[in-house]
Structure formats: structure tokens, C-alpha cells
């Protein structure tokens, strides 16, 4: 199946797919500002997740973050952007998971985003639509 051949999204679909990635970059705004100062309850919470308390290690977090923030949120580069954001999630889940941290509060958290920012690529962008059809 060719994008041409993508079935055309509707507009309630497209702009519930633009919501989504909309609260996915908000977020990840936010997390990635708090750590480029780095805000004092950042470097607590890094220690008692396992990471150093080095404003440093919190800052590189925060660039990468966003830059793979900004690349999702740019249509061009939206499928880079979603990949990195996926890669940067599956971080926080294995690191809470090797901590031990509460299974659905804590470490599908990274899951649960990670599939707001798929969905909403999904619903907004007809290059995934024919990549992944869920229907013919």
C-alpha cells in the first residue's frame, strides 16, 4: 500500500492525533526544561531512581529529550523524532523496572506515553497510516 493509496484520515481523527502528539510535546517539554537548570528535586529524584546526581548527566537527559521532542513535532522529521522519543521512553521503563518501582503508576508510564506519541503520529500522519494499515 502506497501513501496515495491511504485512506484520507478525518478531520476529527486528524485532530485527535494532533491533540495527542500536542500533550506529548508539552510534556516532554517539561521534562526536558527541568532538567537543563537543573531543578534540586531532579537530582533527587535521578539518585533514588539510580542515576548520579550530576547536573551534567540531567542536563544531556534534557537536550536529548527535546531535541527528539522537537524533531516529532516537526512534520518532515515526525517518524525520527517519534523513534527517538520511543528509545528515550524505553529508558525510564527499563530503569524503573531495574529498581523495582510499582508496575502500572511507574514503569509503564514509559509505555503508556509511548504509545500516545505512535497514536498520534498515526492519526496525523498518512506516511505511518500506509506503513502500519490496521485496515484494507
Known amino acids: 500500500m502506497t501513501i496515495r493509496e491511504t485512506a484520507p484520515v478525518s478531520s476529527g481523527a486528524l485532530w485527535t492525533g494532533r491533540v495527542l502528539s500536542g500533550l506529548i510535546v508539552l510534556f516532554m517539554i517539561f521534562d526536558g526544561v527541568i532538567k537543563l537548570p537543573p531543578l534540586d ?8 531512581i539510580g542515576w548520579p546526581a550530576d547536573a551534567n548527566v540531567a542536563r544531556l537527559l ?10 516529532y513535532a ?3 522529521t ?14 525510564a521503563v527499563a ?9 502500572f503508576s511507574h514503569t ?4 503508556y ?6 497514536g498520534g503520529l498515526y492519526l496525523r500522519d498518512p506516511r505511518v497510516r500506509a506503513l502500519i494499515p490496521f485496515s484494507r
Open 41 to 48: 528535586v531532579v537530582t533527587q529524584t535521578m539518585t533514588q
Open 113 to 118: 506515553l509511548g504509545v500516545i506519541v505512535w
Open 74 to 76: 516537526v512534520p518532515r
Open 108 to 111: 509503564l508510564f514509559g509505555v
Open 78 to 91: 515526525s517518524v525520527l523524532g517519534a523513534i527517538l522519543l520511543t528509545a528515550y521512553m524505553g529508558g
Open 62 to 71: 534534557g537536550v536529548v529529550g527535546l531535541v527528539s521532542t522537537v524533531l
Open 95 to 103: 530503569t524503573h523496572l531495574r529498581i523495582g518501582s510499582p508496575l
